[in-house]
């Protein structure tokens, strides 16, 4: 479904990706594994149109051409991003910005059922509706980010680092949502600090390491890999 | 006297709103500080005057010229003039310089046209020109008809933002711009629509005190100040504290004028400014809504 070819992305002189491809395919939950500034969120950002790759890079979504289209129609070609730090509208309530997530066009008929949808995934969020999102937590907020990207009805849902700064109970609560979005048959691409959690979200993954890709495979020969153990997982190289 | 006052208070502050409210847009969607939003304002107050004055045009009607023309003139100017400073620009700030440059040169070609084609003088019409009586006292029902076109527009312009999808899409632009289009919006076509309505507020404006006021080719940069102070009263961005702002600056400024002296007004509006400016910088009605 989602095609992605010799990616590269620089901010100025600096090189954030070299050669990336990766694919995604119908209804596949895939993690991007990588340390700090291994370059997870420019590939997300590229992906979304939100920043503008090198020339000769591809980027498709079954076949139809996304590379150097602007952000707000890769949207509504299909592909949601919920970004680091989540891009809510924090001045804003929790309704109009589900509201929001349903301004694109794919989606506006199917806003009331997408709605339900999302107050039943998070019903947290129902008694909350009318309250601005500034002043949510951080674990409530993510909730409105998701259910935003939700609202536009995607294909593909890409994810960077949800996780980040929720407590732990909440991160659990953020891990069962995704495991019911993903049984509900939507394509998942997800970049994650807690690499255990997501690699049992995920059906396959990429490892990235200082803007190339070095490593790929199964989630489950991910799991095994003595590098992604000793990176990632807290493990000692022979345990 | 007083309810006479009160009233014309008022219609001075719901001017002051309804101009308040189109600068606002302009600058908290659109992201351009617009120096010549003023000769817009006196543009359509010239063109309410012709129509009236040649033709016999009633004021009211010419609002249907008016608004679409603002909207259209101002949607132009942003894509000829704004558009190519927004694409360069690096930032909030230097986009901030480069639009109030851009626009201070706008306003002299504005009124430099203006006052080669009805010079320097000061104009008015007389229009529905008699008194009504409310709770015993008589007020020009040219005033009256000016307060209830910008209640009626404000009021419009208000429900247009908070409760339709389109409106909240634009105050979202004006929270996060840089989100808008996660959500699929084309911020660069929001802040194109935004500063055209922003645009035809002030035509709006214009025509409604050409009303029951006397204008010259000059009087732009007065109701640019006016609408700015007004804007920074009520909270960047906050149109509910602009229509608050609006009213109460139009009130003080009209009470000080009757009871205390008409050369005071100027300094009570400057006074209630800076007390602002120094206890309660984000506005007497707080953050962006
Ligand atoms: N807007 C930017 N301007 C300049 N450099 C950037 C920018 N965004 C990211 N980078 C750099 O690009 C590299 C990759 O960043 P990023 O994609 O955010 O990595 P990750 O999400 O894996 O931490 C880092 O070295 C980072 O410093
Ligand atoms: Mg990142």
Redesign the interface.
Known sequence: MLDVARLSVSYGKHVALTDVSIRVATGEAVVILGANGAGKSSLLKAI???VQPAPGAGVALDDKPLTGI???EV??AGI??V?EGR??????TVS?NL???A???R?RKEAPRNRDLVYQLFPRLVERRHQRVATMSGGEQQMVAIG??LM?APRLLMLDEPSLGLAPVMVGELFSALKQIRHAGMALLIVEQSVRKSLDLADRGYVLEAGRMVGNGTAASLREDPVVQRAFLGMAADA | MLVTTIINGLVLGGTYALLAMGLTIQYGIARIMNLAYGETIIAAAFLAFVLNSTLGVAPLVSLLVAAPAGFALSYLIYGLMLHPLVKRSKGRASLEVDSILATFGLLFVIQGVMLVFFGGNYISYTYMNFGIDILGSSVAANRLTALILALVLGGGLYLLLTRTLWGTALRAVSVAPQSAPLVGIDADRAARFAFALGGALATCGGVVISMYQTFTASSGVIFTMKALIVVILGGVGNLAGALSAGLLLGLVETLVATYVSPGLTLAAVYFIFLGVLLWRPSGLFGRAR
Do not use: K, N, T
């Open positions: 979304a149109g939100l602007p952000a707000h949207l509504e949601a991003l970004p891009g809510i509208f924090g001045d804003l109009e509201d929001l997530g301004y694109a066009h989606a935003r990207a536009s």
